[in-house]
């Protein structure tokens, strides 16, 4: 079997008009196609991160894809703590990124 490239419009797997949906991430509305996870709508708009470390605030987003590593952690529609590789973008979806500073010392 010889290898060939197939023009993106003549993809028999892509629908030819797939539904759009529409998130907000940090109070910025973005679009995505109905279907695809989180991370990929947010990706497919640019940011990179999606939580920063407890420690030293550093950007953290997807990592491995497919719900291992927890690094794509958010908040969506007021729920914590939502790995954005692993669940579908929804219509309307409210997706805020996740910091969670460490307790300061108990005197």
């Not at 197939?6 to 991430?25: G, Y």
């Not at 679009?31 to 939580?51: D, T």
């Not at 997807?62 to 790995?83: A, H, M, S, T």
């Not at 973008?89 to 969670?100: N, R, S, Y």
């Amino acid at each position: 079997m010889t290898a060939r490239l197939l023009p993106f419009s003549d993809d028999p797997i892509r629908p030819s008009s797939p539904a759009s949906v529409s998130i907000q991430f940090d109070g910025a509305p973005i679009e995505g196609v109905s279907g695809q996870s989180i991370a990929g709508v947010i990706l497919a708009s640019g940011p990179l991160g999606f939580r920063r470390t407890s420690v030293s605030g550093k950007s953290r987003g997807v990592f491995c894809g497919i719900g291992v590593c927890f690094d794509c952690l958010v908040e969506v529609n007021g729920d914590r703590d939502v790995r954005a590789c692993q669940r579908r973008a929804v219509d309307g979806d409210v997706v805020v990124t996740q910091h969670d500073a460490l307790p300061g010392s108990i005197a």
